[in-house]
């Protein structure tokens, strides 16, 4: 963990977090619960928040977790995530129980062990709604070492194809952000743009980890701990940890002027947060009309949880290549107006594009826990990615302190003369 710097926050200031939608996500009123069936990987890719051992939970263990969340949250999906799940010999299944419990099953991976579409064409029959690829280029993935971000675009449109062939499965992709890596996301936002049609969602992860040379001395219970035990713990880092997704919109902004996020969940700490950013665009492969406005991610969310008592997380393909449908949605959305007009605009120069589908497409821009410089841990407010550790729900990005300590590690300045200080705040884990 890295406290927060000038540079980051005099990114990208043109974004006013007052003038999106902030998506109304909470603890207990949520979209997502975070599942993690086994902590067995088979790669290893910095900036890693879980150690990898071989172990996987048994189905009943998995049955419990989804009966712990269940009491404690609404929520539309399952993040299946781990380690790989994909490792764990019982996937099929574990996708099969997710999805008779009523949620969409969402399997995050890497894809090294899909091995074929046979297996896609499984999992999507025991109910899987889609995949969420984890790719890029701090993975050592074997037959991909050395190759850059851009050099990667050709895996990720495999995957795209494959799971585009078996059909009716959302298809997204996430990559960590380093310093190194920062130019390149543009040409990322410009596959998924050239891909509209098989690209659903694209998201963006800014690097964090616990600094152990830095500002803060770590705590745990009011005694002062070694943090080096930690997976996230850095010792000499040779990449910043203090990105923001401002600095990530302006870097996307460079390339694609118009970029225009709708939707945001703050900080617990710091009001101007930018913790989830979501931007959503209309357009057909190779060409965006537009950008939708916050009211549409508005509408979205609180017409599906007054019909289902739940807000939504991953629209089906059948929405996402709808977009043609969204037009009418024009009276309520200043983006929607500007798409509509932008496409019949186009449809006069080119009229037999209107045969042509329009697709919805998310960008999606994470900026995980800050440290500010009293030491107090800025957390994403309303988190989606809460697992379950010891029958409470904790964030998976830090469930490695709850591993490793017992709870979760408070931060404090350093300072010449301190003494064994009480924590700044207690971490409430539910």
């Not at 099929?92 to 949620?103: M, S, W």
């Not at 078996?166 to 990322?188: A, K, R």
């Amino acid at each position: 963990m890295q406290a927060t710097t000038a540079a980051g926050e005099a990114a990208a200031q043109g974004i006013d977090h007052r003038r999106l939608y902030r998506l109304p996500w909470s603890l207990s009123d949520n979209v997502l619960a975070w599942l993690e069936p086994t902590w067995e990987c088979n790669l290893a890719c910095e900036g890693c928040y879980r150690a990898n051992t071989k172990k996987h939970k048994s189905m009943a263990e998995i049955r419990r977790e989804l009966e712990i969340f269940e009491a404690a949250r609404n929520f539309d999906s399952v993040s299946i995530a781990g380690g790989d799940p994909l490792l764990h010999p019982q996937i099929v299944d574990i996708v099969r129980l997710v999805a008779e419990r009523g949620h969409k099953p969402i399997l995050n991976t890497n894809g090294l062990a899909l091995k074929d579409d046979k297996l896609i064409a499984e999992l999507k029959a025991a109910g899987l709604a889609g995949f969420t690829f984890h790719i890029d280029s701090k993975q050592g993935r074997p037959g991909w070492k050395k190759k850059s971000e851009v050099d990667l675009n050709e895996l990720r449109l495999s995957y795209a194809e494959r799971v585009a062939r078996v059909g009716g499965l959302v298809c997204s992709f996430n990559s960590t952000v380093y310093e190194d890596t920062l130019e390149q996301v543009p040409d990322l936002v410009q596959f998924a743009q050239d891909h509209i049609d098989i690209v659903n969602i694209m998201v963006f992860i800014t690097l964090r980890g616990a600094m152990l040379d830095g500002a803060f001395d770590y705590y745990r219970g009011g005694k002062k701990i070694d943090a080096e035990p930690l997976q996230y713990s850095v010792d000499q880092p040779k990449q910043r940890l203090d990105m923001t997704s401002r600095e990530v919109v302006a870097k996307i902004r460079e390339r694609f002027p118009d970029f225009a996020p709708a939707a945001y969940l703050g900080g617990t700490e710091k009001a101007d947060s930018l913790k989830w950013l979501l931007t959503g665009r209309v357009g057909m492969p190779g060409k965006v009309f537009g950008y939708v406005g916050p009211r549409v991610i508005e509408l979205g969310q609180v017409g599906h949880h007054a019909l289902t008592g739940r807000y939504m997380a991953y629209l089906p393909p059948s929405m996402l290549h709808g977009g043609r449908s969204m037009l009418a949605l024009a009276p309520f959305d200043a983006g929607i107006r500007s798409i509509a007009a932008a496409y019949a605009g186009h449809l006069a120069r080119r009229p037999l594009d209107a045969r042509k589908e329009l697709h919805f497409q998310s960008i999606m821009v994470i900026q995980p826990i800050d440290l500010l410089p009293d030491g107090r841990q800025n957390m994403c407010d309303g988190c989606p990615d809460m697992t379950v550790h010891d029958g409470q729900l904790v964030w998976s990005c830090r469930l490695d302190e709850c591993l490793q300590y017992g709870g979760f590690v408070q931060t404090v300045p350093r300072k010449a003369d301190a003494q064994a200080p009480v924590p700044l705040r207690t971490q409430a884990s539910a």
